[in-house]
């Protein structure tokens, strides 16, 4: 079993900065895509953006442009790196390993992001 560590989350002004990072306790970006996930409350969970085992990225629609999603293998670290944040970016924020769009580990405990002014 992988246990994930999220953190840098915070209070931010709309249109500020954060970057967030997921530490894996051991390294699976070979074999699973790695994804960042949001919940908001009263919402379900959502997969914000991921990165394949290639590399290849993808965004939900309404993060594009504005989310980056990286992964450093020699850290076992996912990061994501968020600009011009909006007030509905405000969510508890998680990552995951997935196959066939199913989560596969345990979740972290998330790391709470709200852009409040």
């Known amino acids: 079993q992988v246990q994930f560590v999220e953190s840098g989350g915070g209070l931010v002004q709309p249109g500020g900065s954060l970057r967030l990072s997921c530490a894996a306790s051991r390294n699976i970006f070979s074999n699973y895509v790695m994804g960042w996930y949001r919940q908001a409350p009263g919402k379900e969970r959502e997969l914000v953006a991921f990165?394949?085992?290639?590399?290849?990225?993808n965004y939900l629609d309404s993060v594009k442009g504005r989310f980056t999603i990286s992964r450093d293998n020699a850290k076992n670290t996912v990061y994501l790196q968020m600009n011009s944040l909006k007030p509905e970016d405000t969510a508890v924020y998680y990552c995951?390993?997935?196959?066939?769009?199913?989560?596969?580990?345990?979740w972290g405990q998330g790391t709470q992001v709200t852009v409040s002014s």
């Open positions: 990165i394949t085992t290639g590399g290849r990225k």
């Open positions: 995951n390993g997935f196959r066939d769009g199913v989560p596969r580990h345990a």
